[in-house]
């Protein structure tokens, strides 16, 4: 957990840029690991993009417990422990951001520092 974020952003960090995006999940195919507390790489932010259906989003560290539907993305800060959890029949995506200086292309892909 990182402490840089003790409660929800309101927004993405000026000059952060899309590197990757998810395939699309649906109440079935959405992945264990996504429905249990996990988190994003240092420097990683993420936007859940619901396409069709409600996501509930929650934040435990940050008390907060949010249900996301198509427009209203979720908001997920680095290093900050958060789970989704289907409500019926929904369609989403994740969208990776980060610096471009954190560079190559995708930053859970860079080399080990020598």
């Known amino acids: 957990m990182s402490h ?5 952003p309101g927004a993405l960090p000026q000059g952060v840029a899309a590197y990757r995006r ?3 999940f649906n109440e079935q195919s ?5 429905r249990k507390h996990h988190s994003t790489k240092p420097g990683v932010w993420a936007l859940i993009h ?3 259906g409600k996501v509930r989003y929650c934040v435990p560290d940050w008390s907060y417990d949010e249900v ?3 427009g209203t993305p979720g908001i997920v800060a680095p290093q900050v422990e958060h789970f989704v959890e ?3 029949a929904m369609r989403m995506v994740v969208e990776f951001h980060a610096l471009p200086e954190q560079g190559p292309d995708d930053p859970h892909t860079r080399p080990a520092a020598e």
């Not at 959405?30 to 996504?34: Q, R, T, Y």
Request: no cysteine.
């Open 22 to 24: 998810t395939g699309e």
């Open 86 to 88: 289907p409500l019926g």
């Open 68 to 70: 996301l539907e198509p």
């Open 50 to 52: 619901v396409l069709e």
């Open 30 to 34: 959405l992945p264990a690991a996504l």
């Open 4 to 8: 840089s974020f003790p409660t929800h």
